[in-house]
């Protein structure tokens, strides 16, 4: 498997076409498309001001409650757009863990606010999959939208894949063997995890201008494939127990 980053984009705004901008610097014949959430936020003006989100009385409690437990300064019009973009608060302090409308769980509802193009907020794309499907059907390859995140248990933060389309997400070995000759039984592999992951290794966090990655020669294999990426909560025992609750 090879990343190369697409190279000399320009700096993405509202109404650009991003498949057009890709097939311009690069041969995509195959391979896979990852693109950064940010860039997909951007072509669909998904940027937003502050000014835009006056904070509810939630908002302001919110945001109350953050300063006190983090001695920081937390603008109460953030926390309303957090509010806005989330389904479900799961952690309201030290920070803010949501879950956005299409299922994926997240710090701040993955509002940015750095590479946001002089804007105060990129909000995330509104159904990632679906702008991964428009990328997609017009460059006739796989597209994977990804985001950096943060997870629980480990320092630091990677990509992830937030939207996808042409390739399954997960790769099923349930039923493989193991060298031993064992039959694996729950091994079900999150194969564009693991491509955004790489992507966004080679895209970078800072002012690096690389928000395109084309994956060539992987290879997804004979293995069932599955579109399960995002846990709904019944089946999720980790937001289960955070919650305090077990849903039976
Ligand atoms: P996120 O992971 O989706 O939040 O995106 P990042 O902010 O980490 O940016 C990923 C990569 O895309 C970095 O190399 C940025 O410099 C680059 N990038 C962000 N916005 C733009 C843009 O509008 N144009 C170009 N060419 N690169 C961008
Ligand atoms: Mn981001
Ligand atoms: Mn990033
Ligand atoms: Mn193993």
């Not at 409690?61 to 001695?71: P, S, Y």
């Amino acid at each position: 498997m090879q990343l190369h980053p697409v190279p000399g984009l320009p700096e993405i705004g509202p109404g650009d076409d991003l498949a057009s901008l890709v097939a311009e610097r690069v041969d995509l014949d195959s391979g896979i498309l990852c693109l950064a959430s940010t860039v997909v936020s951007k072509a669909e003006g998904r940027i937003a001001a502050l000014d835009e989100f006056p904070a509810g009385p939630r908002a302001r409690e919110i945001a109350a409650r953050l300063e006190e437990r983090t001695d920081e300064e937390k603008d109460p019009r953030f926390a309303q757009a957090v509010l806005e973009e989330s389904t479900d608060l799961l952690m309201e302090s030290p920070f803010l863990l949501t879950e956005t409308r299409f299922g994926h769980i997240c710090v701040n509802a993955g509002i940015d606010r750095s590479n946001t193009g002089g804007e105060d907020l990129l909000l995330l794309p509104k159904h990632p999959s679906e702008s991964a499907a428009r990328v997609s059907e017009a460059l006739s390859v796989p597209v994977i939208v990804t985001d950096t995140c943060g997870r629980p248990f480990r320092h630091g933060q990677r990509g992830v894949a937030i939207g996808w389309a042409g390739t399954p997400a997960s790769r099923d070995w349930r039923g493989e063997s193991d060298r031993d000759g064992r039959e694996l039984g729950v091994t079900v592999e999150n194969v564009i995890d693991e491509l955004a992951a790489a992507a966004n290794l080679v895209a970078g966090e800072g002012d690096g201008g690389v928000p395109a990655v084309v994956v060539e020669d992987f290879e997804f294999g004979e293995m069932d494939g599955s579109d399960e990426h995002f846990r709904d909560v019944e089946d999720d025992y980790v937001r289960q127990a955070l919650r305090g609750w077990s849903y039976e």
